[in-house]
């Protein structure tokens, strides 16, 4: 038995190490995130830096950040591998300003939730106050007043 294969990971033992389910695991290597090896028995085994790439697959969905994305993150990495410390930061620093602008637009809805949001339905009784005659349509589609940005509001 070689050294990798003697510290090699099930599947069950990554997922209670990393708090998912197996099939988060399974869903997550269909989706070319992660890799496995197969052992003799065809059941599949993880290298132990598998904790370190699911925890970043974690992390950045935690923060919205889309598995299209994440994978375009690894596959940046040289011969793909996990991430390290440095290439975590600058993982960060790329997915920050998109956190940025979510956070800077979840802020606008909250601050707008229980008023109009310019979207021109007129269905609202403060909506006339807000768009009289539907003249936010001359802003753009949607919700014109919830997309414009701090800058413009």
Not at 20 to 25: A, F, H
Not at 78 to 93: A, C, H, M
């Amino acid at each position: 038995m070689n050294q990798q294969a003697k510290h090699a990971l099930s599947v069950g033992a990554v997922a209670k190490r990393c708090g998912i389910k197996v099939s988060t695991l399974h869903f997550y290597e269909a989706k070319g995130l992660i890799q496995s090896q197969r052992n003799q028995g065809n059941q599949r085994r993880y290298h132990p830096e598998i904790l370190r790439r699911v925890s970043v697959i974690k992390a950045a969905q935690k923060t919205g950040i889309n598995l299209a994305d994440i994978k375009a993150a690894f596959a940046s990495l040289p011969n793909n591998r996990t991430p390290n410390k440095n290439d975590w930061e600058l993982l960060s620093q790329q997915w920050r300003e998109n956190l940025n602008q979510r956070i800077e637009t979840m802020t606008r809805l909250r601050d707008s939730l229980t008023g109009c949001i310019g979207c021109g339905c007129l269905s609202m009784n403060s909506c006339p106050l807000y768009n009289p005659d539907d003249q936010l349509a001359a802003h753009g589609t949607g919700p014109v007043i919830l997309n414009r940005s701090s800058e413009q509001t």
